[in-house]
């Protein structure tokens, strides 16, 4: 396979680094590529929009992505005044992500009633409006797979793809290993879809979001996966609550040793 670029989560540093210290302990590191997650209200604002710009040049890493909190994005809410507040919210991001140079958006969906038909519409409903509001202005929004959210198999990859919006996904190593599906079905389904990816290893028990290589996950597998599904982007490094940088830095050695084994037996 092609040399993929490995970049790494702000989300990796939380709790511990605020988001724009996160951005510049990336560039230190020497991820030349980050995906933002922003992780406050006052975080999706203009003036913190500058703050990041700033960050990011003076570091020199290049924004993939913006990851959104589930919990400011109700786009599928029927109260008239949280879905405005929701969609007003939604375009300072879009003016953040455009600032930033960022390709795209990493979202959940919905985390509850998906046995409800009239809910799941409301979202279907806001997945487009977003979708179509962030081509707009150049960006691809990405549904991403979570085990305890909307999107968890290629059935409902196949459900988001009919909408015939300019919609991409995000597909997540961890979060198929917490789920019955197979992995390499997600990436086939998601196909040329897929703008971005999340790594980090899985196992039945014990800590969640672990080490690249502290699970049972087929690397080779998942590798080869988004080769055949053309894709090109970024690698993105998402562990939870790294403490020792070097986690962060064996992970990356990790995945560059199984890229180079997987292209020598391509």
Not at 140 to 166: D, F, K, M
Not at 175 to 190: K, R, Y
Not at 224 to 245: K, M, N, S, T
Request: charged share 20%; hydrophobic share 40%.
């Amino acid at each position: 396979m092609a040399q993929p670029e490995i970049g790494v989560s702000t989300a990796a540093f939380y709790p511990a680094y605020l988001t724009e210290d996160a951005l510049t302990a990336a560039g230190e590191l020497g991820f030349a590529v980050v995906e933002v997650f922003l992780q406050s209200r006052e975080e999706y604002t203009s003036d913190f929009g500058k703050i990041l710009d700033q960050r990011r040049r003076a570091g020199g890493t290049r924004v993939h992505s913006l990851h959104l909190h589930n919990d400011f994005f109700e786009l599928w809410s029927p109260y008239p005044r949280m879905l405005h507040e929701a969609r007003e919210r939604f375009h300072h991001t879009l003016e953040i992500a455009n600032r930033l140079g960022a390709h795209a958006l990493t979202w959940h969906g919905i985390r509850f009633g998906f046995k409800n038909p009239a809910f799941v519409a409301r979202f279907l409903d806001g997945v487009a409006w977003a979708a179509e509001q962030a081509y707009a202005t150049g960006l691809t929004l990405c549904i991403e797979n979570v085990s305890w959210c909307y999107l968890r198999t290629p059935e409902q990859v196949h459900s988001l793809s009919a909408l015939g919006v300019p919609l991409g996904f995000t597909f997540d190593s961890f979060q198929a290993g917490e789920t019955p599906t197979d992995p390499i079905a997600l990436i086939q389904t998601m196909g040329p879809r897929l703008t971005t990816v999340h790594l980090a290893d899985y196992a039945p028990v014990g800590p969640r979001h672990l080490p690249l290589g502290a699970g049972v996950l087929d690397w080779s597998a998942i590798l080869h996966a988004l080769d055949d599904a053309g894709y090109r982007g970024p690698l993105i490094i998402e562990l939870a609550g790294v403490e020792d940088f070097s986690t962060l830095k064996t992970s990356r050695a990790f995945i560059e040793q199984q890229i180079q084994r997987s292209a020598s037996t391509a």
